[in-house]
């Protein structure tokens, strides 16, 4: 990253997850610990698939946007639709600035609307396969909707990185305001469930499933009973900009972004290692200009697997040491793929903003092979004023976001 004087910071949050839309039922949800994961009938009829359980976007009603947009929109760019119409009002705009970018991706596109593709091709039916249905399934197909729909005109950027992808279009973000290639951005990512995801995992042997009769409790990152994570669906997107940006029109800053890092791991397509995840952590301490004993909470990715909350948490201690405070929240949320980044950061700046840290929800007894550190097993308060939030993805993806509390 060029040195410069330019400070990069939030102003604005939209949310839509499992607990419904905004930013604020995210919060009160991960706060309540209400429980969202359930049983999915697809995949009970589905013997060959171990893992029963999923956590969805509750029903929600998308007719306040216009057709026109709407006819063209899959689920995960409805989703998307919302939460950047929140963050745009959040930071205090009703409509998109003049040449905002847009840094926002997908783990894939809408599997649902790919399959009646298929179904209709394999059926010798071509005819019913419509313009509409091909603008869903591109791979920048929320990015290219969304931004059509709001008029969003500056770059538009779908980075594409599995599970890190919120979290690296955040740290795009970051880094194109820093160096001036933009002034504001929206970014982050965004999912849709299907059950497809579970089966996939499946087979991987990634996903949880000793507590399919009690759906609540079956993502347990670090805790000794963990069989792996729950598949889960949302979207998480904020907007940031310089500080001279928001200084100028008055707006509230959320959060100050410090450090961004990203790496690649080379050794293992499914699972990273220690060192990997270690080297990644301290290149963003670098990027940030802080010391290790300076960061209050560590948020980690931890899913749930048993391999990678292993990785996750060595590499933790090897940066940090025993002391440091550690939380996941995929305990609440199961595992929204490629809106899980930035939708937990959505949550992280109201730890910052309230000084409360959220447990890991289903965290028992941690795994002894986890590194002896500080786990949130309940709800703490805490001036927390750094936290440093990791994603990381199958095929090797890396990255650590770091967060201050605005001064």
């Not at 009603?61 to 998307?80: G, K, N, V, W």
């Not at 980075?159 to 933009?182: E, I, P, R």
């Not at 042997?205 to 079956?218: G, K, L, M």
């Not at 097993?377 to 890396?398: C, D, Y």
Request: charged letters at 20%; hydrophobic letters at 40%; glycine letters at 10%.
């Amino acid at each position: 990253m060029p040195a410069n004087n330019t400070k990069v910071v939030i102003t604005g949050a939209g949310a839509v997850s499992p607990y419904g839309a905004g930013a604020a039922a995210l919060w009160d949800g991960i706060l309540a610990g209400r429980g969202c994961m359930h049983t999915v009938p697809e995949l009970e009829a589905l013997p060959m698939v171990k893992t029963k359980v999923a956590a969805t976007v509750p029903e929600m009603d998308f007719s306040y946007i216009p057709r026109r947009d709407r006819r063209s929109m899959s689920r995960m760019a409805l989703y998307a639709y919302a939460a950047a119409q929140e963050a745009l009002r959040h930071a205090g705009y009703e409509s998109a600035p003049q040449g905002l970018g847009f840094f926002m991706g997908s783990t894939l596109n809408s599997i649902s609307v790919w399959m009646q593709i298929t179904s209709h091709c394999h059926g010798g039916h071509l005819e019913l396969v419509k313009t509409s249905d091909f603008l869903q399934i591109m791979n920048h197909s929320p990015l290219a909707t969304v931004s059509q729909a709001l008029k969003i005109n500056g770059p538009c950027v779908g980075a594409s990185d599995a599970c890190a992808t919120g979290l690296m279009n955040a740290g795009l973000a970051y880094m194109a305001v820093k160096t001036g290639f933009v002034k504001q951005a929206l970014c982050g990512g965004t999912e849709e469930y299907h059950p497809m995801f579970s089966a996939c995992f499946d087979i991987m042997q990634a996903t949880s499933h000793n507590f399919n009769d009690r759906p609540a409790e079956a993502c347990r990152p670090f805790d000794k009973d963990r069989t792996g994570l729950v598949a889960s669906e949302g979207c998480g997107l904020l907007f940031v900009e310089s500080e001279e940006s928001a200084k100028a029109r008055g707006a509230e800053i959320l959060a100050e972004i410090i450090g961004f890092a990203s790496n690649t791991e080379t050794e293992n397509m499914a699972y990273p290692s220690a060192e990997t995840l270690r080297e990644c952590m301290q290149a963003a301490l670098a990027d940030a200009g802080i010391q290790p004993e300076e960061v209050d909470l560590l948020n980690a990715h931890a899913t749930g697997t048993v391999i990678g909350d292993i990785a996750e948490t060595q590499a933790a201690a090897a940066v940090f040491g025993p002391g440091v405070k550690i939380n996941s929240l995929k305990g609440h949320l199961g595992h929204t793929m490629g809106a899980s980044g930035s939708l937990e950061t959505v949550a992280c700046l109201e730890t910052l903003r309230r000084g409360v840290i959220p447990p890991t929800q289903n965290l028992h007894a941690p795994d002894e092979r986890c590194a002896r550190l500080e786990y949130v097993r309940q709800t703490e308060e805490s001036p927390v004023k750094i936290i440093l939030k990791n994603s990381f993805a199958i095929g090797g993806n890396n990255c650590s976001l770091i967060l201050r509390r605005p001064q």
